[in-house]
């Protein structure tokens, strides 16, 4: 069963601007992960946090964490028409059979206008 | 080379064929994973290889086989298979307990007819 809950399923915007998208899940966890996807094509890993981190940076990437909230957020500064892509968030639960297992969210598919 | 490669890219099978699907990867990655994905929803969990042994199956019904020849192959035996199976199937890799992030593949998309 899926994890995360992405908030929005849709996120249109011109380029320039950012870009925010939200991830809330539901057990403990050992680390979130974002991933992009285009089109029908496999995913590619954007940045990792793990649950003893609140910010991470990368590129023109931010990720912050909040695990008394369970939830997540991924920014994009300064968008461009080449970020339109579906982004996941990614759970690792932390304890258990599940250590490792991989759960996925519903998506936000983010589409960047020139 | 820090690639996952899947193939074929495309795949049309019968209800009644017998194919697989390749993966293969040399990041020296000790853990392997198979995915699939349905239109518009996010991949699903099939199977794990942690050291070349199954470690998780999802509960993927039988007419998928997955088989790990080595710490670099990862293979997807399909037979007898539903028109409702046709998905990109994901392939993945990772060092388990590094705590980073996993390598997918392009994806092969399957057509059931």
Same mark, same amino acid.
């Given at each position: 069963?899926?994890?995360?809950?992405?908030?929005?399923?849709?996120?249109?915007?011109?380029?320039?601007?950012?870009? &925010?998208?939200?991830? *809330?899940? +539901?057990? !403990?966890?050992?680390?979130?992960?974002?991933? =992009?996807?285009?089109?029908?094509?496999?995913?590619?890993?954007?940045?990792?946090?793990?649950?003893?981190?609140?910010?991470?940076?990368?590129?023109?990437?931010?990720? &912050?964490?909040?695990? *008394?909230? +369970?939830? !997540?957020?991924?920014?994009?500064?300064?968008? =461009?028409?080449?970020?339109?892509?579906?982004?996941?968030?990614?759970?690792?639960?932390?304890?258990?059979?599940?250590?490792?297992?991989?759960?996925?969210?519903?998506? &936000?598919?983010?589409?960047?206008?020139? | 080379?820090?690639?996952?490669?899947?193939?074929?890219?495309?795949?049309?099978?019968?209800?009644?064929?017998?194919?697989?699907?390749?993966?293969?990867?040399?990041?020296?990655?000790?853990?392997?994973?198979?995915?699939?994905?349905?239109?518009?929803?996010?991949?699903?969990?099939?199977?794990?290889?942690?050291?070349?042994?199954?470690?998780?199956?999802?509960?993927?019904?039988?007419?998928?086989?997955?088989?790990?020849?080595?710490?670099?192959?990862?293979?997807?035996?399909?037979?007898?298979?539903?028109?409702?199976?046709?998905?990109?199937?994901?392939?993945?890799?990772?060092?388990?307990?590094?705590?980073?992030?996993?390598?997918?593949?392009?994806?092969?998309?399957?057509?059931?007819?």
């Amino acid at each position: 069963s899926q994890q995360g809950e992405e908030d929005p399923q849709a996120l249109s915007i011109q380029e320039g601007e950012n870009a &925010t998208m939200n991830c *809330s899940y +539901k057990t !403990s966890i050992n680390n979130l992960q974002w991933y =992009r996807q285009n089109s029908g094509r496999g995913l590619v890993h954007l940045i990792l946090i793990r649950s003893n981190e609140r910010e991470k940076h990368s590129g023109r990437l931010r990720v &912050t964490l909040d695990t *008394s909230k +369970k939830s !997540s957020s991924l920014l994009i500064t300064a968008s =461009r028409a080449a970020d339109t892509a579906s982004y996941f968030c990614a759970t690792v639960r932390d304890r258990g059979s599940t250590l490792g297992r991989l759960y996925f969210g519903r998506g &936000t598919q983010l589409t960047v206008w020139p | 080379d820090t690639e996952v490669t899947q193939t074929p890219k495309h795949l049309v099978m019968g209800m009644t064929n017998k194919k697989s699907l390749k993966c293969e990867q040399h990041m020296g990655h000790r853990a392997m994973y198979w995915y699939k994905q349905k239109a518009k929803k996010p991949p699903e969990l099939m199977f794990v290889y942690s050291y070349e042994k199954l470690s998780i199956n999802e509960s993927v019904p039988s007419r998928f086989s997955p088989e790990c020849p080595n710490s670099s192959l990862l293979n997807l035996h399909l037979h007898a298979l539903q028109p409702e199976d046709s998905a990109l199937y994901l392939c993945a890799s990772s060092q388990p307990g590094q705590g980073v992030g996993y390598t997918f593949g392009s994806g092969t998309r399957l057509t059931v007819v």
